[in-house]
């Protein structure tokens, strides 16, 4: 254990009558007088909330009052993983709950959605009352097209209010959501959608970044003609553009008298589909449920981050990423959530303080790498804009680094709370993040979330303290994957997470669980990128780079940097007589941007003579990343695996030039 000698400062702590009256002390005291929970601090909370699973999911619908139309039998119907069934017999729907709020008269008026964009003076507001009326019309006309229960509904749209009012039509009718932002391709989207075969697509005619106006009409038109099962298309006028031939009008859809009515749906019956990219074959058709989705994000967002009515709940994010998901969460508890479309760091490094500033955020979510960009941008929001409602900032997408814990303490506030978080979009959930009740230390996450049996795990299955290991989740949660679409018999969902620890999820992070409880992600433990939170497949950028006949073969991988970034270059074997010139470079750049997306495109593209495989022919990606981040090279790899260990001289070389 820490002596008290060793224990560091804190940077901050909870004034304590602040946090005695958070959400998550108030459910702690309830849960101990109706459900045997411990009284006292969070430690022991937790160790109940994962000790007895069922006691303390049962006092989360209680208590955060779920509408079950009708009621479970039970908690929890066996809790092998994966196949854990979460509240057998319910039924209920996550687009009633999360529109609940705005049913009280009193709030009708009140922000529902705040929305801001690049250009934007001011939020634009959509009330309570008009989200519910606007979700009602939707979902009617949703109805009257033949859309229910199992159908597929997919959208191409930005970080708008109309995304949020399409999801919950959806959500409302029982029909299966998924989206992709608007600057994928249409070659990483329909390696999406294709999946999945939707009958409707909502589809903007563009979008505007970094100054800039993006026309998305080839796209659609290029969905439209690829996705055959597609039954209607509606078209969002972002741009101003006339409507398409044969598309439906968003402005009608929306403003026609229907009642608002929700398709009661079993606990298990799938909400949205989100995708989550390894490393091989087409993107993961993850599939979460309405139950497991309203329970994990009314503790998330009700207990975790302490949300509640008086809140406005902002974190920068795009459609294609769970964050987007996540934020709705808001709703859930009644808070104003704000959506912003546009650049994180434009017309300024401090776009975003400015835009909490504008809609007065009170919880301000943002990833890692936007903070240390501020900080290397030598901003000042906490001196230069008025962020007096600002009481808590959560950061993810990549591990925050101890320099990043500071200048937030130093640059916006030294009485705000820092909520790192970290969890997956194959769970759209944390399984560490923010404790209001607990003290925030430098480069540290406050502690494992309720419900979440994390730990740290040695290769053999061995629980580490003070230790980096394998991040592992040993009991079921309710949004872990209903299953994977196209995946019958469930082996891709199984290889995915159960693979190395039998019955035990395997995330694919590094973690180190500290003596006093609080926890440190270190990155990727395999070599799938990862992108300020966006997963992304290596497969993809190789089969885009390799049709350029100039390039022979080709390796990516990513790497996290001490300072908080992210490196991310990309070495090819150049066919005979090739050259990577500047011309090259920018083919690449420009295929993989359209193709695929902007992330990615490499931060560099370095030659090299070969690359290493297995002995069954397989580039190996893992041991490079190992070897650029300073694993010596006897230590990475076995060379008496791989077919040419020489080539691996090129990556310990530039190891070397990088430190």
Request: charged residues 20%; glycine residues 10%; hydrophobic residues 40%.
């Given at each position: 254990?820490t002596?008290a000698a ?7 702590r909870?004034d304590?009558d602040r946090a005695g009256n ?9 849960a101990a007088?109706?459900?045997g929970?411990?009284?006292?601090d ?10 007895h ?8 619908t ?9 009621p ?19 039924t209920l ?5 999360a529109?609940r ?10 922000p529902?959605?705040?929305?801001l ?5 001011e ?10 009326a606007q ?10 097209l033949g ?12 970080n708008i ?11 409302a009718?029982?029909?299966v959501w ?5 600057d994928?391709g249409?070659r990483?989207v329909l ?7 939707p ?19 080839e ?6 003609r690829?996705?055959p099962?597609l039954r ?6 972002v741009?101003?553009?006339e409507?398409?031939e044969a ?18 749906v ?15 074959g087409?993107?993961?058709a993850?599939?979460?449920g ?14 975790h981050?302490?949300?509640g009515p ?8 795009s ?9 709705l969460?808001g ?8 959506t ?18 504008k ?8 990833s890692a ?17 008025d ?11 990549s591990?925050l680094?101890?320099?990043g814990?500071?200048w937030?303490?130093?640059?916006i ?10 969890g997956?979009?194959d ?12 003290p925030v230390y430098?480069g ?16 053999d299955?061995k629980p ?9 989740v ?6 872990m ?9 469930g082996?891709?969902?199984h ?6 620890f039998?019955?035990v999820?395997r995330?694919?992070?590094?973690i180190?669980?500290?003596?006093r409880?609080t ?8 070599s799938?990128?990862?992108?300020q939170g ?12 390799e ?13 996290e ?14 066919a ?7 011309e090259?470079?920018k ?7 359209t193709?695929?997306?902007?992330r ?9 003579a070969?690359?290493p495989?297995t002995?069954?022919?397989?580039r190996?990606?893992v041991?490079?990343k ?8 006897e230590k990475?790899?076995?060379?008496g695996?791989?077919d ?16």
């Amino acid at each position: 254990m820490t002596s008290a000698a060793s224990e560091p400062t804190p940077l901050w702590r909870p004034d304590p009558d602040r946090a005695g009256n958070t959400r998550l002390v108030r459910f702690q005291n309830w849960a101990a007088a109706h459900h045997g929970a411990p009284e006292g601090d969070y430690a022991a909370l937790h160790q109940w909330s994962v000790d007895h699973l069922e006691d303390f999911w049962r006092a989360v619908t209680e208590w955060f009052d779920v509408r079950f139309t009708t009621p479970p039998t039970a908690v929890l119907g066996g809790s092998a993983m994966p196949g854990a069934e979460w509240f057998p017999g319910a039924t209920l729907n996550y687009a009633e709950q999360a529109l609940r709020h705005g049913g009280d008269p009193a709030r009708a008026a009140d922000p529902a959605i705040l929305h801001l964009d690049e250009a934007s003076p001011e939020p634009t507001v959509l009330t309570w009352g008009e989200l519910r009326a606007q979700v009602a019309s939707l979902a009617g006309e949703l109805r009257r097209l033949g859309i229910g229960p199992g159908d597929r509904v997919a959208a191409y749209v930005p970080n708008i209010p109309q995304a949020a009012v399409a999801l919950l039509a959806t959500a409302a009718v029982g029909a299966v959501w998924t989206s992709c932002a608007p600057d994928f391709g249409a070659r990483s989207v329909l390696d999406r959608f294709q999946q999945i075969e939707p009958a409707v697509l909502f589809a903007v005619d563009g979008y505007r970044y970094g100054g800039r106006t993006h026309d998305r009409a080839e796209v659609v038109a290029e969905l439209r003609r690829e996705l055959p099962t597609l039954r209607h298309v509606v078209h969002i006028p972002v741009l101003g553009t006339e409507q398409p031939e044969a598309t439906l009008a968003w402005s009608e859809l929306t403003s026609s008298q229907h009642a608002l009515a929700f398709e009661p749906v079993p606990f298990d019956h799938p909400l949205w589909v989100l995708y989550s990219s390894g490393t091989t074959g087409l993107p993961k058709a993850i599939v979460q449920g309405h139950g497991g989705i309203v329970l994990e994000h009314l503790k998330g967002a009700g207990l975790h981050l302490d949300l509640g009515p008086e809140d406005r709940f902002f974190w920068y994010t795009s459609t294609g990423w769970m964050m987007w998901n996540y934020l709705l969460a808001g709703l859930l508890v009644g808070a104003s959530i704000v959506t912003y479309d546009g650049s994180p760091g434009y017309p300024a490094a401090d776009a975003q303080w400015q835009l909490a500033a504008k809609a007065e955020v009170t919880v301000f979510g943002t990833s890692a790498a936007y903070v240390m960009a501020c900080k290397k941008a030598d901003v000042h929001p906490g001196r230069d804009l008025d962020l007096h409602r600002l009481r808590a900032i959560g950061t993810t997408g990549s591990p925050l680094p101890p320099d990043g814990f500071q200048w937030i303490y130093d640059e916006i506030s030294p009485d705000v709370w820092l909520a790192s978080v970290s969890g997956g979009t194959d769970v759209c959930a944390c399984f560490v993040g923010g404790v209001p009740t607990l003290p925030v230390y430098l480069g540290e996450i406050q502690a494992p979330c309720l419900g979440v049996a994390v730990e740290s795990w040695s290769p053999d299955g061995k629980p580490l303290t003070d230790e980096v290991g394998e991040l592992v989740v040993t009991k079921p949660m309710p949004s872990m994957p209903l299953y994977f679409w196209n995946d019958p018999e469930g082996h891709r969902y199984h290889d995915s997470y159960f693979d190395m620890f039998p019955g035990v999820w395997r995330h694919g992070d590094w973690i180190t669980v500290t003596s006093r409880g609080t926890v440190v992600i270190h990155g990727r433990s395999d070599s799938t990128l990862n992108r300020q939170g966006v997963r992304m497949g290596s497969s993809d950028i190789y089969e885009v780079v390799e049709r350029l006949p100039q390039i022979r073969e080709s390796l990516v991988i990513g790497l996290e940097q001490p300072d908080g970034g992210y490196w991310m270059p990309l070495f090819v074997v150049l066919a005979e007589d090739a050259v990577l010139d500047d011309e090259l470079k920018k083919q690449i750049a420009t295929s993989l941007r359209t193709e695929l997306s902007p992330r990615h495109v490499p931060d560099e593209v370095i030659p090299v003579a070969a690359l290493p495989h297995t002995l069954t022919g397989k580039r190996i990606e893992v041991p490079v990343k190992r070897i650029l981040g300073g694993t010596p090279v006897e230590k990475a790899v076995n060379p008496g695996s791989i077919d040419n260990p020489a080539a691996l001289s090129a990556f310990e070389q530039l190891a070397r030039e990088r430190a």
